[in-house]
């Protein structure tokens, strides 16, 4: 299968509160990317970490990254009605014959309820 | 920039018909993605070009299934013959990196293609 693992798979909270995204990966990375899609429509990028880097803050946005443990969060402080979407992670294989292959994961439907 | 831009937004056809999906990638990016999407599969990497050359293909499903990349502005993804199980969302996505090949950064998805197969 091509899909890394993400927890949880929905997530639903009312406005206001953090969501919390998690994803795992099994192979040494380059980069990890996190991408939101609302229904029906394309992915947009929200972020992207190196395999160097442990936080990166966008807005209400931050990443995290654990190397060790091969996982990363996506956390949304603060959330609106209007981040209800799928959210994924991608993964960016460090391997030579991974070229420019970003693969997806399963992705968490977040919910927020007015 | 327009964005990268897919041809049709939605196609109904039937059982043994020819599909052809089109992508305009944004102009100046050196790689570019076909993604499906499936519930049950979730997104799913066909095949990806950089600077026009298929590099990785291996997630083509089929024989049936065919992509091209004739100049840096355009790519088809060809299904011929479609069959119920293509019944799917079509994404094309590019990128820009201008170096190694092993470095894509952010990836700029299309809206995609709705197919539907009868």
């Known amino acids: 299968s091509q899909q890394g693992e993400e927890d949880p798979q929905a997530l639903s909270i009312q406005e206001g509160e953090n969501a919390t995204m998690n994803c795992s990966y099994k192979?040494?990375?380059?980069?990890l990317q996190w991408y939101r899609q609302n229904s029906g429509r394309g992915l947009v990028h929200l972020i992207l970490?190196?395999?160097?880097?442990r936080e990166k803050h966008s807005g209400r946005l931050r990443v995290t990254l654990d190397t060790s443990k091969k996982s990363s969060s996506l956390l949304i402080t603060a959330s609106r009605a209007a981040d209800t979407a799928s959210y994924f992670c991608?993964?960016?294989?460090?391997?030579?014959?991974?070229?420019?292959?970003?693969?997806f994961g399963q992705g968490t439907e977040l919910s927020v309820k007015p | 920039d327009a964005g990268v831009i897919q041809s049709p937004r939605h196609e109904v056809t039937e059982m043994g018909q020819e599909v052809t999906l089109r992508c305009k990638p944004i102009?100046?990016?050196?790689?570019l993605f076909w993604y499906r999407q499936t519930m049950m599969r979730g997104l799913e990497l066909l095949i990806y070009?950089?600077?026009?050359?298929?590099?990785?293909d291996s997630g083509m499903p089929e024989d049936r299934f065919s992509a091209k990349m004739p100049n840096a502005s355009f790519s088809t993804l060809k299904i011929q013959p479609s069959e119920p199980r293509d019944s799917a969302v079509y994404f094309c996505?590019?990128?820009?990196?201008?170096?190694?090949?092993?470095?894509?950064?952010?990836?700029?998805f299309g809206e995609g293609s709705r197919l539907t197969v009868l």
């Open positions: 996505a590019s990128s820009f990196t201008g170096g190694p090949v092993s470095a894509p950064g952010e990836l700029f």
């Open positions: 192979t040494s990375i380059n980069n």
């Open positions: 970490i190196r395999s160097n880097e």
């Open positions: 991608a993964k960016y294989g460090r391997l030579y014959n991974q070229g420019g292959k970003l693969i």
């Open positions: 102009s100046g990016h050196d790689y």
């Open positions: 070009f950089n600077n026009n050359v298929p590099i990785d």
